[in-house]
């Protein structure tokens, strides 16, 4: 009497078929994320625990065959099951092959292609950057991923955050110690703010670019402006989300933009936000030391306008709506241009209108007549 | 609209006498012609520049090369029509100085009085247009106002060619006030050129004596009957009036 038909069954197949396909899911992962109990670490840490375990290199290095347990057991890798011979795969016996590294940078460029295996996109990503540029060029010194994420001792890079600055700091020594006396780093360091950007934030993390290009150049508004048009974010330090805005419409603004949308590659010189307020020492405009400080504004200015006059800071209206008290000129200007510019369109217009009419109609009149 | 009916006294063969009014001078002419090619290069080299985010200006704005291209016109240009109003001023101040600088172009109460019945006349209040002499003050507004215009373009153009220079006596502010001052004016000035100068000189009735330098005498006699009347009344002195003394 029930009609059971293949349509009536449908919903329930899908239904069966939609469960499995998820329940099969959850079984692989859980499958193997447990698979890999290599039982190596134990294995080898019975030697490599030993703090005084150590070899010396064709290049007379010594190198540290040493592991911390406690430190290994707090890394993100070892508890996770990613043992020793994930990485270490040309190690398979003991006694071990022999060593056919001539220094320990050598030995750390080839173990760090390993990383790859589990961390393809980052891997990629890194061969864009500007360190395998330099690594190409003949840098071995140029960093690869164990040099800013440690090798056997692997954290999350950004716990804390202040942690992004200092690894960064470990070659960058200079930047690092300008960008912690900065509004951005000190707030960093001091407050731990989270919303100040790190390194990672303007540069990138994997794919780091150049940032001596013109397109970086020109990209750069829009770079701070992920941050300072930021109503809710600007709001809680008491700053206008309006600079970016307000500076594109700007003489500098309006050049950047075109450029940016159109020949981003093109040298050109109109400036962007870092051009006044700095790279890494970028400052509170009130500090004494901010270049974008009024008495420091001018010297600021002349870096590309040299010679100019005192009362060329007046002409910079860049981050400012128009007002009486601030830019009396552009004030009063736009004022009579907003009702003479309309009025001149509306007479004409209306007193060509009415004689063209009476043209027409007497015209008009003298055909009838 | 300018054709002449026969009267009826008149024989179909007659030998018809075209009397022509002188009204512009050579050198006006120049001036006028040269104005317009300024004008016409100007707005043409400028406003790409003003609309520099349209497809059309980009089209134009191919490149960095061609922006400086353009750029480089638009200052021989500006160069070219700052020579001419100067050379305009001076001679103004010239013909002033010999108190031979005619007042034909100078605002009076009468061309209020004009506009307000030619107002009348547009809205049928008024069955005839007001009489006008040399100039009516159609004419005289597009005279002024250019002049007014013109001036701020140059002014602002030079002010924001060399801001460097200007600020050393001037107040910044005046930069940006400068900037925006000669890209509207610019704008408030191709309105007006194209709303109602095109459509007196062109629509109205093909007005070019600029060109030519003279009227015919029905164009005279409608247009400029208090000069005409002035003119044909005092047959002698008529022809040598005022600048117009050594045309051709």
New interface residues.
């Given amino acids: 009497m029930s009609k059971i038909t293949l349509v009536t069954k449908l919903p329930g197949i899908f239904l069966v078929i939609g469960f499995l396909s998820q329940a099969s899911l959850l079984w692989y992962t859980t499958a193997h994320a447990s698979e890999p109990a290599q039982q190596t670490e134990e294995y080898c840490l019975s030697c490599h625990s030993n703090p005084d375990l150590k070899t010396t290199l064709p290049s007379g290095e010594t190198l540290s065959l040493y592991i911390s347990p406690e430190k290994l057991k707090d890394s993100v890798h070892s508890p996770n099951g990613i043992e020793c011979e994930a990485c270490h795969t040309n190690i398979t016996t003991y006694p071990h092959p022999p060593i056919e590294y001539q220094t320990i940078r050598d030995l750390s460029r080839s173990y760090y292609a390993a990383c790859q295996k589990c961390h393809p996109d980052n891997y990629t990503k890194t061969m864009d950057s500007m360190h395998a540029q330099a690594a190409e060029a003949g840098d071995l010194d140029a960093p690869i991923c164990t040099d800013c994420h440690g090798s056997h001792y692997v954290h999350p890079p950004d716990q804390p955050r202040t942690l992004i600055p200092s690894t960064c700091g470990n070659c960058h020594t200079k930047e690092y110690s300008v960008y912690q006396s900065s509004v951005h780093g000190n707030a960093l360091e001091q407050e731990s703010n989270p919303d100040v950007p790190v390194c990672t934030t303007c540069h990138g993390v994997h794919n780091i670019q150049d940032p001596t290009t013109q397109q970086f150049r020109v990209d750069e508004p829009d770079l701070c402006a992920s941050c300072h048009a930021n109503e809710e974010m600007m709001s809680k330090y008491g700053l206008s989300a309006e600079v970016y805005s307000l500076y594109s419409l ?2 500098h603004g ?1 050049n950047v ?3 940016d ?3 981003p590659t ?1 040298q ?1 010189n109109s400036a962007v936000c870092s051009d006044c307020h700095g790279i890494h020492d970028i400052l509170k405009p009130n500090d004494p030391n901010s270049s974008v400080n009024p008495n420091n504004l001018l010297v600021t200015c002349q870096k590309c ?1 040299p ?3 005192p ?7 860049g981050h400012y709506e128009v007002s009486l008290e601030r ?4 004030y ?3 004022w009579f ?1 907003s009702i ?2 309309p009025m ?2 509306w007479i ?2 209306i ?2 209108a ?6 027409i109609v007497d015209r008009a009149r003298r055909s009838l007549r | 609209m300018s054709q002449q009916k026969p009267t009826p006294s008149s024989s179909t063969n007659r030998v018809k006498v075209l009397r022509t009014f002188p009204r512009f001078n050579v050198s006006q002419r120049w001036e006028h012609g040269i104005l317009l090619i300024c004008i016409a290069i100007l707005l043409l080299t400028g406003l790409p520049q003003k609309y520099s985010s349209s497809t059309w200006s980009q089209t134009i704005i191919s490149s960095p090369e061609r922006l400086a291209f353009i750029q480089l016109i638009h200052h021989i240009t500006a160069l070219v029509l700052t020579a001419l109003v100067l050379y305009h001023l001076a001679k103004a101040g010239y013909l002033l100085a010999r108190r031979k600088l005619p007042g034909d172009m100078l605002p009076v109460l009468q061309d209020i009085k004009d506009a307000w019945n030619m107002l009348l006349y547009l809205i049928y209040i008024k069955k005839q247009k007001p009489a006008f002499g040399k100039y009516n003050f159609e004419q005289k507004v597009t005279y002024w106002f250019l002049f007014f215009s013109i001036g701020i373009m140059v002014i602002s153009g030079y002010v924001r060619w060399f801001p460097e220079a200007v600020t050393r006596v001037l107040p910044g502010g005046v930069i940006p006030a400068a900037i925006m001052a000669h890209s509207t004016e610019a704008m408030a000035t191709a309105i007006f050129i194209v709303i109602w100068h095109f459509y007196h000189v062109h629509i109205e009735r093909l007005n070019l004596s600029i060109f030519s330098g003279w009227l015919n005498e029905e164009d005279m006699r409608k247009y400029h009957s208090l000069e005409y009347d002035q003119l044909v009344h005092q047959p002698h002195s008529s022809q040598d009036s005022g600048d117009l003394s050594h045309e051709a």
Avoid at chain 1, 311 to 317: R, S, V
Wanted: charged share 5%.
């Fill in positions: 700007s003489w309006v933009s075109v450029y949308a159109r020949w093109v050109h306008h010679g100019v006059g009362n060329w800071t007046g002409a910079w209206t830019s009396p000129f552009l009063y200007v736009e241009y003479f510019t001149i369109l004409c217009g007193y060509v009415l004689q063209i009419i009476r043209l």
